[in-house]
């Protein structure tokens, strides 16, 4: 029967729209109507084809009536279509069209034609106008075409017919109403969505482009205050929670301050005081500590720590490789166990039995402090009485591995939760995306640090760089030699890895060179890191392993090669191996050219600057926010409209407004949310 056969057809070729819509997040009628031009084109007028040649190279639109279409096969095949108004005539050059394009362009058809206008060998000619057949009568559009951020599979046809359609099926209320409209200067939300995606030929189209005008405000603010609300909820769910109080400073924290050979830094001892006040109250913190490579973020840790076992609890440390958190465990275990503390160690590469004796340790409550890596994180890995969970560098982790280890508690209490990062958040982003946290910053080096002179030097001058390398190791400084990064493969990665180490042997041999990277044992790793902290080596030739948290005070000498190959927080990250002792340290970025525009950006800075917060905002303002955030947001375009360099003025307002209507219009606050959320919240937990 033919008439099931569309019948068939049909849901699938739906289902295949609603897929490519989804891909886009468009999932409900709502997320239609906010998805919102990127751009307009102008079709409302048509220009003589005359004056339009007169303009020349502008883009603009003819209208006019086939006088011939042949396809021509010299130089290359094309079809050559000639239209004509009354004022004068234009060719369209296709260099690529279908069959039926003769057709529909046959001679005696009416079209509109769209595109740079330009002269060309037989007078004014377009190629590839966009083009449409129309009749004497066919009326021109009052309003600017909207032109939507598209995806595979998806036209500009079907997305302005699906946007078109969803517009009179959604709940068009105003979720603000009028005095707070008034009071924060705001358009209605109906007329800012209906101008946005119609704008009317006279607009001001400057300001439609860089998203001044009031429609667009609007939507930024509504996006800023969802995101607000949200947030704001979230951290009053957070104290609503129970913790436990660690608020005893006792004995083991007394000890342990005198026994640590210097003193703390003002910075050190504020945010020590901060976490201190935290973690005492009945409510989990949400603490990020953030400072600059080399500021010392480990002593205070370790203080915290010392405060929850001093409050019988545990504590557990987790980082994101072996070699940190072997570390942390020397360090640590050498500060406290002569105070009486028992620290476990608890990684993936013990053997079982070793393993088994730590969980023991810890599911007993005979360990007091746990360091560890992701093994941490294990199912048959449980706390006795779990207060305090520290996870360095914690943007190398994700929002739920963060959560598992805070979940390993077996008091029913939740755990307070302190984070660690040198990679620092700027305050527009800490402000929008972490309003859920509270930041914690050391901004004072230790004293006695000189900062790291950074030169940047051609790959083709490497062999004066071994020569300078010789010489630093024999006046007894030790050195980091990064290899190149190589994205694609991990096995060409180590090979190039073991070829350099290689090639220092031999360009270098009265030097004692060490090897280090992601596939050595773990083992051999402690040993050969146990090497160069003793000085026994004095050239390390590292891949990135070395790349978060290594300290080996006395290296201060640091080459990467093919620098151009390095993320900015990368680069300074690695750079931050050298300059934490006293040496003056210079680190030497090797670069292949021809540089392109972005790699060269990043290099200047690094040469530029030492300061880790202006070089997160120069890699906010290079990369933007989606990529600065990394994988946890990835996909998910969490501010679509407003943008943190320009609306943080915004940002505030709305930060300001959400904390009043939590208060005083939960009804406001439930519209908004629903509209402007719609499930997505789940992605701003911490
Ligand atoms: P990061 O913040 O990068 O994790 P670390 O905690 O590894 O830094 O500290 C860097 C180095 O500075 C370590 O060798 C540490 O022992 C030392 N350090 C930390 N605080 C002080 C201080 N107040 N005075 C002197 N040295 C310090
Ligand atoms: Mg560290």
Same mark, same amino acid.
């Given at each position: ?12 070729? +739906? ?9 886009? !997040? ?37 209208? !006019? ?57 037989? !007078? ?61 200067? /705001? ?66 924290? +007394? ?258 060179? !060490? ?123 969490? /501010? ?47």
């Amino acid at each position: 029967m033919p008439a099931a056969k569309p019948a068939v057809i049909k849901p699938s070729n +739906a289902s295949k729209l609603a897929g490519s819509l989804a891909k886009l !997040g468009l999932r409900t009628d709502m997320d239609l109507v906010l998805h919102l031009p990127m751009r307009y084109i102008d079709e409302t007028t048509v220009m003589p084809i005359r004056q339009a040649a007169c303009l020349g190279g502008h883009m603009v639109q003819v209208e !006019g009536v086939v006088t011939a279409c042949e396809v021509q096969y010299q130089p290359r095949r094309q079809l050559i279509v000639t239209i004509a108004d009354d004022s004068g005539q234009l060719v369209l050059r296709f260099l690529n069209f279908y069959g039926s394009q003769t057709t529909q362009l046959a001679v005696s058809t009416r079209i509109r034609a769209r595109a740079e206008l330009r002269q060309g060998f037989f !007078g004014p000619e377009m190629v590839h106008p966009e083009y449409k057949v129309v009749n004497e009568n066919t009326p021109l559009p009052t309003v600017l075409t909207p032109v939507y951020p598209a995806g595979e599979g998806l036209s500009q046809a079907t997305l302005r017919r699906e946007i078109r359609a969803a517009m009179p099926r959604i709940n068009w209320q105003d979720t603000l109403p009028p005095s707070l409209r008034e009071q924060f200067g /705001l358009m209605g939300f109906s007329e800012a969505v209906h101008f946005l995606h119609n704008p009317p030929a006279d607009v001001d189209e400057h300001s439609l482009e860089d998203r001044s005008h009031p429609a667009w405000h609007r939507m930024k603010f509504d996006e800023l205050l969802a995101q607000q609300l949200s947030l704001q909820r979230a951290q009053a769910s957070r104290r609503s929670k129970n913790a436990p109080c660690l608020d005893s400073v006792g004995t083991l924290s +007394a000890a342990f301050l005198q026994t640590l050979p210097f003193s703390l830094t003002g910075a050190q001892q504020r945010v020590l005081t901060e976490i201190r006040t935290d973690i005492a109250a009945p409510y989990p913190m949400q603490r990020l500590l953030q400072g600059d490579v080399g500021c010392g973020k480990t002593i205070v840790a370790a203080l915290a720590a010392a405060q929850a076992i001093d409050s019988a609890y545990q504590a557990v440390l987790m980082a994101p490789t072996e070699i940190l958190a072997d570390q942390h465990f020397r360090k640590i275990a050498a500060w406290l166990e002569p105070c009486g503390v028992s620290v476990a160690w608890l990684t993936g590469s013990l053997r079982k039995k070793q393993k088994i004796a730590a969980r023991g340790q810890i599911e007993s409550g005979n360990a007091q402090l746990v360091i560890g890596t992701h093994a941490l994180l294990q199912d048959d890995v449980q706390f006795a009485k779990l207060g305090l969970v520290i996870v360095d560098e914690q943007h190398r982790f994700g929002v739920d591995q963060r959560l598992t280890l805070r979940n390993k508690g077996s008091t029913g209490l939740i755990p307070h939760q302190l984070m660690m990062s040198a990679t620092p958040i700027p305050r527009t982003l800490a402000m929008t995306y972490y309003a859920d946290l509270e930041i914690s910053v050391i901004d004072e080096l230790p004293p006695g640090r000189s900062p790291v002179m950074t030169r940047v030097i051609d790959q083709e001058r490497r062999n004066e760089v071994i020569e300078r390398v010789g010489a630093a190791a024999t006046a007894g400084r030790q050195i980091y030699w990064v290899c190149p990064l190589i994205e694609e493969s991990e096995a060409l990665q180590l090979q190039t890895a073991t070829d350099t180490h290689l090639m220092l042997q031999e360009a270098l041999p009265e030097l004692t060179i !060490g090897l280090i990277h992601g596939r050595i044992k773990t083992a051999e790793k402690q040993a050969i890191m146990a090497d160069f902290i003793a000085g026994t080596t004095q050239l390390l030739v590292a891949t990135t392993v070395i790349e978060v948290g290594v300290d080996v005070p006395n290296a201060s000498l640091m080459v990467i090669e093919h620098a151009e190959r390095f993320g900015l927080s990368q680069l300074h990250q690695l750079r931050g191996r050298v300059g934490r002792g006293t040496a003056a340290s210079v680190c030497l970025l090797l670069y292949q050219g021809p540089l392109g525009s972005t790699a060269k950006q990043r290099l200047m800075t690094m040469r530029s600057t030492t300061d880790g917060f202006e070089i997160a905002r120069k890699d906010l303002e290079i990369r933007g926010p989606g990529e600065f955030l990394g994988a946890r947001q990835a996909g998910q375009a969490m /501010l679509r409209f407003a943008d943190l360099n320009n609306d943080q003025w915004l940002a505030e307002q709305a930060r300001d407004l959400a904390q009043s209507l939590l208060r005083t219009a939960p009804d406001i606050v439930t519209a908004h949310l629903l509209r402007w959320m719609n499930n997505k919240e789940e992605y701003l937990r911490v």
